[in-house]
């Protein structure tokens, strides 16, 4: 089972609201990840998370917040966006990071994200 | 850091037929290439990939290819079907301390006609 779930499949926000995306995977997998993917565009990597502790920022604006509570869930927390936020937010997961032989990335279906 | 280009960024090809898509990668500390297919509304599905040290992989009608001196590496899918229609993006992945990133091609949209 290679199953990364994200809820909600849709959300829109004004640009004051406080909203959080949710991602879970039961796979034992010790990383996790964000990207951002805008239109006919490819993903971009946000964050990354290696072992609950978070390893990569991609200079990502601090309207922007991830956490990860355990190692089976990733929160993104989100603070005064801007329409130019609205993107298709997707969680990945994988086993290893880095030093392991088994990282291949598997992608939950993603968060439609709109900033009116 | 790692640039990676993806062509043709469109395809058309009949069903039955093959179809080819190239990638090239910059950074040769680069050392594992996945190949992805995105349906509408979905996120990428892993759907074949292939280390640095093979040169070549198959799974059915799909293979990959790697040439490590040239820096590129393809996706090959035969007996092209309708339901292979969609975006296929490469991407190189490369560590960085304790982490790995993946770095995507800009995509390219497969339609498989009848």
């Known amino acids: 089972d290679t199953e990364v779930t994200q809820t909600p499949k849709h959300l829109v926000m004004g640009m004051t609201n406080k909203k959080s995306l949710k991602c879970e995977q039961h796979?034992?997998?010790?990383?996790m990840y964000w990207y951002k993917q805008k239109a006919k565009k490819p993903p971009e990597l946000m964050f990354v998370?290696?072992?609950?502790?978070?390893?990569i920022n991609e200079s990502v604006p601090s309207r922007f917040s991830p956490e990860c509570p355990n190692s089976s869930l990733l929160n993104l927390h989100l603070h005064a966006l801007q329409p130019e936020d609205s993107a298709l937010y997707l969680c990945?997961?994988?086993?290893?990071?880095?030093?392991?032989?088994?990282?291949?990335?598997?992608f939950g279906p993603g968060t439609r994200l709109t900033v009116t | 850091g790692e640039n990676v280009e993806q062509h043709p960024s469109t395809l058309s090809v009949q069903e039955g037929d093959s179809a080819v898509i190239k990638c090239t990668y910059s950074?040769?500390?680069?050392?594992?290439f996945p190949w992805y297919k995105q349906e509408l509304g979905k996120g990428p599905q892993l759907i074949i990939d292939?280390?640095?040290?093979?040169g070549e992989k198959k799974d059915q009608r799909i293979a990959v290819t790697l040439n490590k001196t040239a820096k590129h590496f393809s996706l090959h899918i035969t007996e092209t079907q309708p339901e292979d229609s969609a975006v296929y993006f490469c991407?190189?992945?490369?560590?960085?301390?304790?982490?790995?990133?993946?770095?995507f091609g800009t995509g390219t949209r497969l339609q498989v006609t009848l």
């Open positions: 990945a997961s994988s086993h290893d990071v880095g030093g392991g032989l088994r990282y291949e990335q598997y």
């Open positions: 796979m034992g997998h010790r990383a």
């Open positions: 998370y290696s072992y609950e502790k978070l390893s």
């Open positions: 950074d040769s500390a680069s050392n594992y």
């Open positions: 292939i280390r640095s040290n093979v």
């Open positions: 991407a190189a992945m490369r560590r960085t301390g304790t982490a790995s990133k993946l770095t």
